[in-house]
T-cell receptor
Framework: SQTIHQWPATLVQPVGSPLSLECTVE??????LYWYRQAAGRGLQLLFYSVGIGQISSEVPQNLSASRPQDRQFILSSKKLLLSDSGFYLC?????????????FGNGTRLTVT | GESVGLHLPTLSVQEGDNSIINCAYSNSASDYFIWYKQESGKGPQFIIDIRSNMDKRQGQRVTVLLNKTVKHLSLQIAATQPGDSAVYFC????????????FGAGTQVVVTP
């Protein structure tokens, strides 16, 4: 089964500072990878997804970017954080491509921008 | 726009009773649905999924029912336990097979002794 590792678990950053959140996946190869954001007490919003190395699709315009340098590594970045970037960031993985399978989530990074 | 939503934001259930969590969806193109459980400070945990060619699927103590006629999805938990206290999300794929899910707002389930 897939295991998704995310770090750090919590992060407090000042406005205008850079961001780098990392996610790695074990137990599968060539997964689809996703970054979701969850506001307090709300559902999940898809930010980025990737179907392969170097392939990134953005779902919403924002201050963030994503990269996939290796098959099972997914990185979420920002050059200058905004207060509105605060939230709970979740990395997820699913099997292969072009058929439905459940997403498996990591335990998230809680980002507070001050 | 089309969306996934939940009827009840909070559900209080007595330990040992059965729980029913409801979800409405409006995108008729959706053909894959998933229920997730999220405990405080953790990522969502997969519970059960169902495809549109089925109307019922059972797992361990859980049953998902899909009514395509009225675009309604439900999760039934049998003999609810304290460990079932969590937020439950339904998600639909909007007809997309690449795993891009749209999530509802969630239902908080509170199990009382």
């Amino acid at each position: 089964s897939q295991t998704i590792h995310q770090w750090p678990a919590t992060l407090v950053q000042p406005v205008g500072s850079p961001l780098s959140l990392e996610c790695t996946v074990e137990g599968t190869s060539n997964p689809n990878l996703y970054w979701y954001r969850q506001a307090a007490g709300r559902g999940l919003q898809l930010l980025f997804y990737s179907v392969g190395i170097g392939q990134i699709s953005s779902e919403v315009p924002q201050n963030l970017s994503a990269s996939r340098p290796q098959d099972r590594q997914f990185i979420l970045s920002s050059k200058k954080l905004l207060l509105s970037d605060s939230g709970f960031y979740l990395c997820a993985s699913s099997q292969g491509a072009n058929y439905n399978s459940p997403l498996h989530f990591g335990n998230g990074t809680r980002l507070t921008v001050t | 726009g089309e969306s996934v939503g939940l009827h009840l934001p909070t559900l209080s259930v007595q330990e040992g009773d059965n729980s029913i969590i409801n979800c409405a969806y409006s995108n008729s193109a959706s053909d894959y649905f998933i229920w997730y459980k999220q405990e405080s400070g953790k990522g969502p945990q997969f519970i059960i999924d169902i495809r549109s060619n089925m109307d019922k699927r059972q797992g361990q103590r859980v049953t998902v029912l899909l009514n395509k006629t009225v675009k309604h999805l439900s999760l039934q938990i049998a003999a609810t336990q304290p460990g079932d206290s969590a937020v439950y999300f339904c998600a639909e794929n909007n007809g997309d097979s690449w795993g891009k899910l749209q999530f509802g707002a969630g239902t908080q389930v509170v199990v009382t002794p």
